[in-house]
């Protein structure tokens, strides 16, 4: 089950995200509502997983070299960061106070669908990465044109 889209969603005082009503019963399917919430490292947003989505890539984190200082940093920020969360009666998770700050979530949010996961955008941070997505065209053609496009994407289309 894909998740895709983005909805723009309050904070509310506690720190709380309500998860829309389209994506609960898929979370109560796939891994009973437990979710995962965690700091990316690369985009400076949240992933929000189910279980089973974080403990693959947890696998994945702890098979790498341990003592490379970009896998102990990694490791450091993707699990050291991981906090297990799960929906209220109301839908609702508790974003942890140390997460809220790495993101800087205020009040607006956006969730953004990204197949296995969410991500969970500060929302100004977020509008800032979709009006640079502008630019993709001509990233992907000067790739091309200087040879770093990377072999998957050679031949892609939509």
């Known amino acids: 089950m894909a998740f895709r889209g983005s909805t723009q969603l309050a904070l509310d005082g506690k720190g709380r995200l309500a998860i829309p009503a ?3 019963e898929r979370l109560a399917t796939q891994c009973g509502g437990h979710l995962m919430l965690t700091a990316d490292p690369t985009n400076g947003c949240l992933l929000l997983y189910p279980f ?3 403990e693959a890539l947890e696998r994945q984190i702890n098979s790498l070299p341990g003592f490379h200082p ?5 490791k450091f920020v993707v699990v ?5 969360v ?11 106070p140390l997460l809220r700050k790495f993101a800087a979530l205020e009040k607006s949010v956006v969730l953004v669908g990204q197949g296995n996961k969410f991500q969970v955008w500060q929302e ?3 509008q800032a990465k979709f009006d640079a997505s502008a630019q993709l065209p001509e990233m992907l053609n000067s790739a091309a ?5 990377p072999e998957e994407l050679k031949g892609f289309s939509l």
């Open 70 to 74: 970009l896998t102990q940093q990694l």
């Open 124 to 126: 100004a941070a977020w």
């Open 52 to 54: 089973p989505e974080f």
């Open 86 to 96: 799960e929906p209220d009666s109301a839908g609702r998770i508790l974003i942890p």
């Open 80 to 84: 050291g960061s991981a906090e297990e």
């Open 22 to 24: 389209r994506y609960r």
């Open 145 to 149: 044109r200087d040879g770093t496009l």
